[in-house]
């Protein structure tokens, strides 16, 4: 059974960073991509990066935000610096880098932006 569990949300001031942790279960994250999107309130999921395949290949939508894993203990990071008010929003990860694509979603981890 796959599941995924996002972590390290939080309440961060702007400038700060914040690392979230998706822990994985049911894969080896060789064989799957595995994405990071996010939802403001008021608006639609957004891709925010992804890693994939056996040589960690990875996709970024903005240059402060960096994805890693730890394939031996099916984890995948998401390092945030520079955060901005506009950075607020509920953080998922997902079996896919596509969102239309994705078959298994954790629940999120909400991260506040705020002075």
């Known amino acids: 059974q796959v599941q995924l569990v996002e972590s390290g949300g939080g309440l961060v001031q702007p400038g700060g960073s914040l690392r979230l942790t998706c822990t994985t279960s049911g894969l080896e994250l060789e064989y799957y991509g595995i994405g990071w999107f996010r939802q403001a309130p008021g608006k639609e999921r957004e891709e925010v990066s992804c890693i994939y395949g056996a040589e960690g290949s990875i996709i970024y939508s903005d240059s402060r935000f960096m994805i890693s894993r730890d394939v031996a203990n099916g984890l995948v990071f998401l390092q945030m610096t520079g955060l901005k008010p506009e950075d607020t929003a509920v953080y998922y990860c997902?079996?896919?880098?596509?969102?239309?694509?994705?078959?298994?979603w954790g629940k999120g981890t909400l991260v506040t932006v705020s002075s």
């Open positions: 997902a079996t896919d880098c596509r969102e239309s694509h994705a078959d298994y």
